[in-house]
T-cell receptor, first 114, second 113 residues
Framework: EDKVVQSPLSLVVHEGDTVTLNCSYEVTNFRSLLWYKQEKKAPTFLFMLTSSGIEKKSGRLSSILDKKELFSILNITATQTGDSAVYLCAVEDVPGGGADGLTFGKGTHLIIQP | EAGVVQSPRYKIIEKKQPVAFWCNPISGHNTLYWYRQNLGQGPELLIRYENEEAVDDSQLPKDRFSAERLKGVDSTLKIQPAELGDSAVYLC???????????FGPGTRLTVL
């Protein structure tokens, strides 16, 4: 059974701080790891990672995958109050291998204080 | 481009009543997913469609849940009868194919009293 564990489950920091969110996983046949941001409604896509060691960046957010150690991190630099959200990590198997769809972690609830 | 549309956004029912949720995916997206998200948890997959075919419904509680995707576009998820433990947000997502980015709808928040 696929498993995704995120840490910390909640985090409170001040505006301007840098945060690192962690995601470790166990999957039958790994295809990709995805990060989503969820505010009060639907999760919105941030990154899809398939290759180890290649950093993906979008503005102040970046993410990297380590397929050997089975984890990924999501970094947010110079945090703003608008970054407050639940950040979800999910993994997907290759077709025919393990669970279908995405297997999500419980998320990290990030709160940015002004 | 319109996103994934879901309705209703909120639904409150009494236990043992039936309920149905509707999803209209992004145009051209052949793959459609239904997820259930309990409070404080990540979404959990219920069923995946490729066009009109349900290719994975192993997580769908078939004694009370059913889903359909007639004509491979809109989809409906039904619960009959609802139980207290069914209270959750039901999310629909679509993509151009398995392994592609999934776009989520706003969800339907179900409260069973």
């Amino acid at each position: 059974e696929d498993k995704v564990v995120q840490s910390p489950l909640s985090l409170v920091v001040h505006e301007g701080d840098t945060v690192t969110l962690n995601c470790s996983y166990e999957v039958t046949n790994f295809r990709s790891l995805l990060w989503y941001k969820q505010e009060k409604k639907a999760p919105t896509f941030l990154f899809m990672l398939t290759s180890s060691g290649i950093e993906k960046k979008s503005g102040r957010l970046s993410s990297i995958l380590d397929k050997k150690e089975l984890f990924s991190i999501l970094n947010i630099t110079a945090t703003q109050t608008g970054d407050s959200a639940v950040y979800l990590c999910a993994v997907e198997d290759v077709p025919g291998g393990g669970a279908d769809g995405l297997t999500f972690g419980k998320g990290t609830h990030l709160i940015i204080q002004p | 481009e319109a996103g994934v549309v879901q309705s209703p956004r909120y639904k409150i029912i009494e236990k043992k009543q039936p309920v149905a949720f509707w999803c209209n995916p992004i145009s051209g997206h052949n793959t459609l997913y239904w997820y259930r998200q309990n409070l404080g948890q990540g979404p959990e997959l219920l069923i995946r469609y490729e066009n009109e075919e349900a290719v994975d419904d192993s997580q769908l509680p078939k004694d009370r849940f059913s889903a359909e995707r007639l004509k491979g576009v809109d989809s409906t998820l039904k619960i009959q009868p609802a139980e207290l433990g069914d209270s959750a947000v039901y999310l629909c997502a679509s993509s151009t194919g398995r392994g592609r980015e999934q776009f989520f709808g706003p969800g339907t928040r179900l409260t069973v009293l």
